[in-house]
């Protein structure tokens, strides 16, 4: 069976948990956390850089939640979760690099100040809220929510958008005092809501919140 390591309050993890649970494929949670008070060697041997999440397959270890997803979707096609037409796949695809890379990882830079304590200087401050309004911006102009991510349809996309733009709108909440997400026109709240009539986006949202508790317990 398939495994899949990780952490629930991981928006990767939640990435690649999504789309293992609307295709149907059975497969064990490994808890594997990253952070202060782990140890930093302990999944290199796994992931090459101790990150998480990744996958055991009878194959072996495959890592970066982008190339896992995909290929989950080429082994276990059905449902797809990728359209079968060339150019809305590439939309679909386009999508998620937006989400992953110029909206998730951008906010990212915020995370020390917004969720764990930390300071950030005021210029790197304003340089990231800069950088994460304009990426708004062009993300908005890729994404349809019509009412999915990507249309009508859910796909792939939904699996990184559900899962990392809330993190962006809490973190510029948190730190500049103004949720940026909303203010580039997206109704983030309104999406998460549909998202979650799906018992898929459901089960990873408990187990998210199952996870902070015992956390902070």
Known sequence: MLKLYGFPLSNYYNKVKLVLLEKGIPFEAVHAPVGPGSDPEAHADKSPLGKVPYIETEQGFLCESQVIVDYIEARWPSPALIPADPWQAA???????????????????????????????????ARVKKDLARNLVAFRELATFAPYAAGETFTMADCAVYTSLPLAALASKLVFGEDLVAAAGIDWKSYVKLVEQRPTAQKVAADRKADQLKRMG
């Open 91 to 125: 939309k679909v695809r386009e999508l998620i690099t937006y989400c992953d890379l110029h909206v998730e990882l951008c906010a990212r830079q915020l995370y020390a100040q917004a969720f764990f304590g930390g300071t950030l200087s005021e210029k790197f401050v």
